[in-house]
């Protein structure tokens, strides 16, 4: 049952996003802008959320972050 609840609020929202980006076009943004803005909201968003519910999956050790910069040793 869960998983329908999941599929149904993300169709929601996918089918929410012009309300959303209408009014930034209409403000004179561009699309580019608009993607940009769309990735930080949804970054912070979710950051929040793991705060709140998945702190635990936030730590990360030192080594994983040459991994996360591009590199590979």
Not at 6 to 30: E, K, Q, V
């Amino acid at each position: 049952m869960k998983i329908y609840i999941i599929t149904i609020a993300g169709a929601t929202c996918w089918g929410l996003i012009g309300l959303f980006i209408i009014p930034l076009y209409d403000r004179g943004f561009t699309p580019w802008d608009v993607v940009a803005i769309r990735g930080i909201f949804t970054f912070v968003i979710l950051f929040l959320l793991m705060v709140i519910f998945y702190r635990d999956q936030l730590r990360t050790r030192l080594k994983d972050h040459l991994f996360f910069a591009g590199r590979n040793f």
